[in-house]
């Protein structure tokens, strides 16, 4: 029996995903529903990896070289459910909009990807044609990771499914949180002669974080780097104690290139340089850590650090990539970054995996309580896939 891979199959895949709460960590029952659409579709080969990562293959029938479609499974917090104009986990659709947490980041474009890759279930693509769609991208991506350094997939071209407005998107700059620790001596309120206030350095430290900001660099396409700080914690959190610890958390906007400790050793040399430590006082930068566990049980501490990538826009496999998406579309995409980091930062930024992204959906929608995806755009960029994949699969020949 033939495989209904209707657009109207897509949507109703789509609005299963959004019924399905999915938060970092917590992606189980949304893996077993993907997994499970995989092999009612009929791939050769479906798992699930140690951490969660899903996993499809259609075998090809010749040598050409396998290319690999990626969406995420987790989605974020909905903050409170009476402010969304929809509610977030019921998949509606109303005015021409698919609604709800995960409708354009990122469950209604893994729908649109899986629903593609199946295209060539009948058809036979000249190479492998895989999708991963991967565990706690929203918390700085192990499940990519994960998933590119043990080997099981070898992707030799990936197209990521976050959202781009039907435009082809190249590559975006990482993010790096980085603390910036005051150390003092911690005293009771009512005697402030017996402490060093680690607050005393805060102004003198964003003062310098200013002006480290105005030193950064900034590429042609992905636009300037940039440090914002974003926090001020103290330790003890008691308000009658005069803190020994105060953390400015810093958030980085890198360019490709910088791993987290040439970040942490480029930041606290400048500090060191501009704020002087007056005695019994010190001064530390860190990049910021975690502990995170995936469903399937594993744990670990991971350093909240996302590379960035860019594959320029004179790439054959870019220019492959629009060339097919304009024969589909009538409509030449625009060839730009994203605003946000990715699981590129890890496929191209880490591993050097050519990596584009095509997917419908705005930008502005993700992570908000007006989360929406055009449905048109979805059918429109539904239609160019099959066509992407297989332009995608030749340039990488």
């Known amino acids: 029996m033939a495989l209904d891979l209707s657009f109207e199959r897509v949507v109703a895949f789509a609005r299963d995903l959004i019924r399905i709460p999915s938060p970092p960590g917590g992606e189980g029952d949304v893996a077993d529903r993907v997994r499970a659409e995989l092999e009612a579709l009929r791939f050769d080969d479906v798992w699930i990896d140690d951490v969660g990562n899903v996993i499809g293959r259609v075998r090809g029938r010749g040598a050409a070289p396998p290319v690999m479609l990626s969406s995420h499974l987790d989605v974020v917090d909905v903050g409170d459910p009476a402010e969304w104009e929809h509610p977030p986990f019921a998949g509606e ?4 909009f698919l609604h709800g947490r995960g409708a354009m980041d990122i469950k209604g474009p893994l729908a649109v990807q899986t629903y593609a890759a199946a295209h060539f279930v009948a058809e036979r693509p000249a190479g492998d044609v895989i999708v991963a769609h991967t565990v706690l991208e929203e918390r700085g991506g192990w499940g990519m990771e994960h998933l590119i350094a043990s080997g099981e997939v070898r992707p030799a071209a990936v197209i990521l499914g976050e959202a781009t407005g039907c435009d082809l998107c190249i590559g975006h700059r990482g993010r790096a949180e980085l603390l910036v620790e005051i150390s003092g001596l911690a005293g009771h309120a009512s005697a402030p002669e017996r402490a060093r206030n680690a607050l005393d350095l805060v102004p003198a430290v964003l003062a310098a974080l200013r002006q480290f900001a105005e030193t950064l660099p900034s590429d042609p396409v992905l636009g300037r780097s ?26 980085w906007r890198t360019l490709p290139g910088l791993d987290a400790d040439a970040a ?28 995170q566990t995936t469903y399937t049980g594993r744990s670990g501490r991971r350093t909240l650090f996302a590379p960035g990538f860019l594959l320029r826009p004179d790439h054959p496999m870019v220019r492959s990539a629009a060339q097919a998406l304009h024969a589909a579309t009538g409509r030449l995409p625009a060839i730009r970054p994203w605003t946000f980091a990715t699981d590129g930062g890890y496929t191209c930024g880490v591993y050097g995996i050519p990596t584009v992204g095509f997917a419908p959906g705005e930008e502005r929608h993700a992570h908000t309580n007006r989360e929406r995806l055009d449905l048109s755009a979805a059918r429109l960029a539904y239609a160019a896939y099959p066509a992407l994949i297989r332009a995608v699969q030749a340039a990488a020949a």
Request: proline fraction near 7%.
């Open 226 to 251: 940039t440090l914002a700080p974003t926090a001020v914690e103290t330790r003890p959190a008691s308000r009658n104690v005069i803190p020994d610890q105060a953390i400015i958390v810093a958030d």
């Open 93 to 96: 659709i109303a005015d021409g």
């Open 264 to 291: 942490v050793a480029r930041l606290d040399a400048f500090l060191r340089e501009r704020v002087s430590e007056p005695e019994g006082y010190r001064l530390r930068t860190t990049v910021a850590t975690e502990e």
